[in-house]
């Protein structure tokens, strides 16, 4: 087992609710494999222990029910990508606002971007609007 599956299946055993079959894991999206695996590659690297994780999940789920979250199991990754995002600005790695500032680049540059072409960051996908910090400058 390799080191990345040993760690999705410390995952699967470590966090509660977590959808999945007899062989792991189960998503519906591409981009809910993709944020699996992004928490999944910062546990490894140190950034958070998995009851940690799982502490701060279940924290974010009780949040949108109390905000009216139906919790009919569709919304699960919603719940991950959002703590995924609070745990990366509490550790100090990227703050929310700059998370958010290269999100929005990041649609921009995939609407101007055609089909099966690669995606690119540019400088101009960064308005001044949304100011950096002198710490967090967008890429050159």
Request: net charge negative; hydrophobic share 40%.
């Amino acid at each position: 087992m390799s080191g990345h599956s040993e760690a999705a299946a410390i995952a699967a055993r470590s966090v509660p609710g977590l959808p999945q079959d007899d062989d792991g894991p189960v998503f519906r999206e591409p981009w809910e494999a993709h944020a699996f695996a992004m928490a999944v590659t910062l546990h490894s690297r140190g950034l958070f222990t998995w009851p940690e994780w799982a502490a701060a999940l279940s924290a974010e789920i009780r949040r949108a029910q109390a905000e009216g979250d139906p919790d009919c199991g569709d919304t699960y990754y919603r719940h991950w990508l959002a703590t995924l995002e609070q745990m990366v600005a509490a550790k100090g790695v990227a703050s929310l606002a700059t998370q958010h500032q290269y999100r929005n680049a990041w649609d921009r540059a995939a609407d101007r971007t055609p089909h099966g072409h690669p995606i690119e960051l540019q400088p101009g996908d960064f308005p001044q609007s949304e100011a950096f910090s002198a710490a967090e400058s967008p890429p050159r």
